[in-house]
């Protein structure tokens, strides 16, 4: 079974340094059931395309039956079934276990050498030429659209020879978009064995553990979340119920309280459900900046219920790890989703939570990298702004300070938004494009800040992108 993976970036081969495979060499990687080859078939900087071809042994994959090494029932399950059978060719779950195997570190979106580039999207084009989809190409779209992906699945026919046969129960799988390598990999991971519905080993309860990790920042919002869930867990209803009850947690702690009264998902959305969710899109932003920046001590001010510090936390790029909220509450929600009492040591370690208000100096808010104010000010009475501002960039003076809020020109787009309603009945502004402009570009003069601003969502020619972000970096600050 084959997978290829290939960039346009520039330079393309610094795909190596993502993939931490170096373009020069051939690696092979001993598995349970045969043997992995990582290769590049091209390499410049043009262009870098790399290669993961599986070569399963089918008495290897037979023989681990007999060893202890329970399987979920699958068609193949008679005796010689276990030989004569398509898992030597079609990609399936013996694919996503060498995946796990040979990208682990890029898995978890590390890269020692391109640590900024890893936390960026950049163009990508994925292909499994034979992928057995139970479902056909159109579950293929359903499952990898939402994404961010643009999918072609080509059924591939019974034979060629003799096209009134029909199409084959395999598709030739084609993804292209603009996405993290990290991410990728991890869609792959979760969604191979998914379209194939069957997996070559017996599912048991840590499977819910893999399926979270796997799929943190992207399952909860998606809108095939319970049929991924099902096939994934091999159909196992109890390990189901398990899975879709913690993900409804952390969907709920996924945002503060304070911010679902208006369903922000951007127009274009709405028309097609197969696109990620404004939350989604700006948290990914976010990230990205703080990639960017070179940041490991990171603090979200505002955390909420600690959406963003589970991605912080999956990403160990970051040494240390803060969270501030004014709300008990969603530090404790934040607590929870992050399974701080579950951590191992050398994990929890890296983390703190503590109470805390933005409108006064709090010295443990100071020594910190970058910090994060997502979806934050707007809760503020704007005579308090000037508070805010004394504590976090006069006060703290984080060398990154990364900054979320609504554009209000862009409510225009929400049904059964009135004229100069806002967006949830706690917000106390909601700014332009223009007055946000004037604020970041203020607080940037006052506090010795150069200040990047630009949109998170679909760009609307007349109003904008819904989201605003800016970026301000400390101008005695030297990014790492």
Same mark, same amino acid.
């Given at each position: 079974m084959l997978l290829t993976l290939t960039t346009t970036h520039r330079p393309a081969t610094d795909l190596g340094y993502l993939l931490v495979k170096h373009p020069d060499r051939v690696q092979s990687f001993n598995l349970p059931a045969g043997t992995a080859h990582f290769f590049y078939p091209e390499a410049d900087a043009a262009r870098c395309t790399a290669a993961l071809l599986v070569d399963i042994d089918p008495q290897r994959l037979g023989a681990g039956r007999g060893r202890g090494r329970r399987q979920a029932a699958t068609p193949e399950s008679f005796t010689l079934g276990q030989y004569v059978n398509d898992r030597a060719y079609a990609a399936s779950s013996l694919l996503s276990s060498a995946l796990s195997t040979v990208f682990r570190s890029a898995?978890?979106?590390e890269?020692?050498?391109?640590?900024?580039l890893a936390g960026t999207a950049i163009p990508l084009e994925v292909r499994v030429p034979v992928l057995r989809c139970r479902g056909g190409a159109d579950l293929a779209v359903r499952l990898f659209a939402p994404l961010g992906w643009t999918v072609t699945a080509t059924p591939v026919p019974l034979d060629e020879q003799h096209p009134d046969w029909g199409d084959s129960r395999y598709v030739d799988l084609l993804l292209t978009g603009t996405v993290r390598v990290a991410d990728t990999l991890n869609h792959l991971y979760v969604l191979l064995p998914v379209?194939?519905?069957a997996k070559h080993y017996w599912v048991a309860p840590d499977e819910i553990d893999k399926l979270l990790r796997a799929g943190a920042g992207w399952l909860g919002d998606h809108p095939e979340r319970g049929l991924i869930t099902r096939r994934y867990l091999a159909h196992r209803r109890a390990l189901a119920e398990q899975a879709m009850a913690r993900l409804a947690e952390l969907r709920l702690a996924d945002e503060p309280p304070a911010d679902d009264s208006v369903d922000e998902t951007e127009p274009t959305a709405e028309k097609d459900s197969r696109r990620a969710s404004l939350a989604v899109r700006r948290r990914g932003a976010v990230l990205a900046a703080l990639a960017a920046s070179g940041a490991s001590r990171v603090?979200? /001010?505002?955390?909420g219920g600690g959406a963003l510090l589970t991605a912080l936390v999956a990403d160990r790029r970051y040494t240390e790890i803060g969270g501030t909220d004014v709300s008990i509450h969603a530090l404790s929600m934040a607590a929870r989703?992050?399974? %701080?009492d579950r951590l191992p040591e050398r994990q929890r370690d890296r983390v703190r939570l503590w109470q805390s208000a933005l409108t006064y100096r709090d010295d443990r808010l100071r020594g910190w990298d970058a910090a994060v104010l997502m979806e934050v000010i707007e809760h503020l009475d704007p005579?308090? /702004?000037? #508070? %805010?501002e004394d504590a976090v960039f006069g006060h703290a003076r984080p060398g990154t300070v990364v900054l979320t809020t609504p554009n209000v020109e862009?409510? !225009?787009?929400?049904?059964g938004l009135g004229a100069g309603g806002f967006r949830h009945p706690d917000h106390r502004f909601e700014w332009t494009r223009a007055e946000f402009a004037d604020w970041v570009e203020g607080v940037a003069a006052r506090y010795g800040y150069a200040a990047t601003i630009s949109g998170i969502g679909d760009d609307d020619p007349? !109003?904008? #992108?819904?989201t605003q972000l800016a970026v301000l970096t400390r101008k005695d600050e030297t990014p790492r």
């Open positions: 898995l978890r979106g890269s020692r050498d391109r640590p900024e379209l194939d519905d603090l979200d /001010l505002g955390c989703r992050l399974r %701080l005579p308090r /702004l000037p #508070a %805010l862009y409510n !225009v787009r929400y049904e007349e !109003v904008g #992108a819904p």
